[in-house]
Nanobody, 123 residues
Framework: QVQLQESGGGSVQAGGSLKLACTFS????????MGWFRQAPGKEREAVAI???????VYSDSVKGRFTASKNNGNNTLTLQMNRVKPEDTAMYYC?????????????????WGQGTQVTVSS
């Protein structure tokens, strides 16, 4: 089955940068979509960046222009480069995978999750 493991979380000051990584295994052709999500205390889990099979990446409006997500099938890794972070970026960050179509939009929801990695941004 699909397994996902995040790393790279930590504490950072507002305006700084942090890079998250997710290694994955067991991905079969029916796993069409992968992505990064986050959940802040008391809030619903939300999509941050979603990868489509056609190589398109979509971002939530809240991180567009500040975060860059990438997917490397050669070494089975997702990364999330977080720049100009803000206190409101504080959350548990998850990588995720699941079935989908040719295009996976920001409203796509996965069926497999990693354990998560905590990101805390101080002002």
């Amino acid at each position: 089955q699909v397994q996902l493991q995040e790393s790279g979380g930590g504490s950072v000051q507002a305006g700084g940068s942090l890079k998250l990584a997710c290694t994955f295994s067991g991905v079969t052709p029916n796993v069409r979509c992968m992505g990064w999500f986050r959940q802040a205390p008391g809030k619903e889990r939300e999509a941050v960046a979603i990868f489509s099979p056609l190589g398109i990446t979509v971002y939530s409006d809240s991180v567009k222009g500040r975060f860059t997500a990438s997917k490397n099938n050669g070494n089975n890794t997702l990364t999330l480069q977080m720049n100009r972070v803000k206190p409101e970026d504080t959350a548990m960050y998850y990588c995720a995978a699941g079935p989908g179509g040719s295009y996976c939009n920001i409203h796509w929801r996965p069926n497999t999750w990693g354990q998560g990695t905590q990101v805390t941004v101080s002002s």
